[in-house]
């Protein structure tokens, strides 16, 4: 069936608006949703985490005058946006999708309830999983790694521009060192900012791994979870060479 049977995909909210810095785009949101219906097809319980720094970014707005609260709230609102955006997309290709929330908003999406995702997931649903931690103060990221231990996730798989993580930012600097795998304690201490540290520690605490791939790359997330190749950068509890 795959090399994992129940995962968590982590995409920031930029990554929905394709070329633009801004928005939602809708040949972006094809091109996740098809990966998302390749694992569905093949029995991959699948959870998703979005971001939502496409519409508002919390911290941002609070370099604008916002207090951090509302700020913190309103990036949550953003993510269930995103959510509801995603949700339309895979019901357009016949995927079954429910989306759950740390905020909840009646008519639109229940609280999120590790149960009932749990329950969701083995009925062959997609769930979307919006609204951060519910709480401020926590990134998407950090919600993303609590989402997974919630639900008894195999692995984080974390989207990003680029093939993985690298000592440097590849696109700034040429001679930046891709990592084929990292412990957590590496990523920690050299302050790879890939994933914030609540995040990593709630992994590393956990022994819960992470893999850090390309989202533009077509057919990767098949790749990862069903051929189980390397075409990321996988960041475990393991020490590596």
Same mark, same amino acid.
Do not use: W
């Given at each position: 069936?795959?090399?994992?049977?129940?995962?968590?995909? /982590?995409?920031?909210?930029?990554?929905?608006?394709?070329g %633009? !810095?801004?928005?939602?785009? #809708?040949?972006?949101?094809?091109?996740?949703?098809? =990966?998302?219906?390749?694992?569905? &097809?093949?029995?991959?319980?699948?959870?998703?985490?979005?971001? $939502?720094? %496409?519409?508002? !970014?919390?911290? =941002?707005?609070?370099?604008?005058?916002?207090?951090?609260?509302?700020?913190? =709230?309103? +990036?949550?609102?953003?993510? *269930?946006i %995103?959510?509801?955006?995603?949700?339309?997309?895979?019901?357009?290709?016949?995927?079954? #999708?429910t989306?759950?929330? $740390?905020?909840?908003?009646?008519?639109?999406?229940? /609280?999120? %309830? !590790?149960?009932?995702?749990?329950?969701?997931?083995?009925? +062959?649903?997609?769930? *979307?999983?919006?609204? +951060?931690?519910? &709480?401020?103060?926590?990134?998407?990221?950090?919600?993303? #790694?609590?989402?997974?231990?919630?639900?008894?996730? @195999?692995?984080?798989?974390? +989207?990003?521009?680029? @093939?993985?993580?690298?000592?440097?930012?590849?696109?700034?600097?040429? &001679?930046?060192?891709?990592?084929?795998?990292?412990?957590?304690?590496?990523? *920690?201490?050299? &302050?790879?900012?890939?994933?914030?540290?609540?995040?990593?520690?709630?992994? /590393?605490?956990n022994?819960?791994?992470i893999?850090?791939?390309?989202?533009?790359?077509?057919?990767?997330?098949?790749?990862?979870? *069903?051929?189980?190749?390397?075409?990321?950068t996988?960041?475990?509890?393991?020490?590596?060479?």
């Amino acid at each position: 069936m795959g090399k994992y049977k129940r995962i968590l995909l /982590k995409l920031s909210g930029e990554s929905l608006a394709g070329g %633009n !810095r801004l928005g939602i785009d #809708a040949e972006a949101l094809l091109h996740y949703a098809h =990966q998302i219906k390749d694992l569905a &097809n093949k029995g991959i319980q699948t959870a998703i985490v979005l971001g $939502g720094g %496409n519409i508002f !970014r919390g911290l =941002q707005g609070t370099e604008k005058g916002f207090d951090r609260v509302k700020g913190d =709230q309103m +990036g949550m609102l953003a993510t *269930i946006i %995103n959510s509801m955006a995603l949700q339309s997309t895979l019901e357009s290709l016949g995927v079954q #999708a429910t989306i759950l929330s $740390g905020i909840p908003v009646e008519s639109v999406c229940d /609280k999120m %309830n !590790r149960k009932k995702a749990i329950g969701l997931l083995e009925q +062959g649903q997609v769930v *979307i999983i919006a609204g +951060g931690t519910g &709480n401020p103060f926590f990134t998407t990221d950090s919600a993303a #790694a609590l989402r997974a231990l919630e639900i008894q996730a @195999d692995v984080i798989l974390k +989207g990003t521009r680029v @093939d993985g993580v690298y000592s440097a930012d590849p696109e700034k600097d040429p &001679n930046a060192k891709r990592y084929e795998t990292l412990s957590f304690e590496e990523a *920690i201490r050299q &302050n790879l900012k890939v994933m914030d540290i609540t995040a990593f520690t709630l992994c /590393k605490e956990n022994t819960l791994p992470i893999i850090v791939y390309n989202v533009n790359e077509k057919g990767v997330l098949y790749d990862i979870v *069903i051929e189980g190749k390397s075409r990321g950068t996988l960041i475990s509890s393991a020490t590596h060479a």
